[in-house]
């Protein structure tokens, strides 16, 4: 059974910083394609970053130069550093774990960007 548990979101000025983490249960974390995504009210969900086994790195464009992925594979976790936050970063935030057809989601965790 693969559990993800996110953690870290809240509430943070804009400009701020936020890190999340999303700790996995189950053997996937080592052969699997991490990822952060969001959704917004009344929006669909949107891909953040991504990070495969070997450490590569994609990036959406409205977050690139902001915001750094990461994992460590000794603790099954993967991180999210968050920075120069701005408003139109107030989502729910998701993390998932990708390998060929398998795809597994956490339950979220909310960052609200405001002053």
């Known amino acids: 059974q693969v559990q993800l548990v996110e953690s870290g979101g809240g509430l943070v000025q804009p400009g701020g910083s936020l890190r999340l983490a999303c700790a996995t249960s189950?053997?996937?974390?080592?052969?699997?394609?991490m990822g952060w995504y969001r959704q917004a009210p009344g929006k669909q969900r949107d891909l953040v970053a991504t990070?495969?086994?070997?450490?590569?790195?994609n990036y959406a464009g409205s977050v690139k130069g902001r915001f750094t992925i990461s994992r460590d594979n000794a603790k099954n976790t993967v991180y999210l550093q968050m920075n120069s936050l701005e408003p139109e970063d107030t989502a729910v935030y998701y993390c998932?774990?990708?390998?060929?057809?398998?795809?597994?989601w956490g339950q979220g965790t909310q960052v609200t960007v405001s002053s």
């Open positions: 998932n774990a990708r390998y060929v057809v398998d795809s597994y």
């Open positions: 189950g053997s996937i974390f080592s052969i699997a394609t």
């Open positions: 990070i495969t086994r070997s450490g590569n790195t």
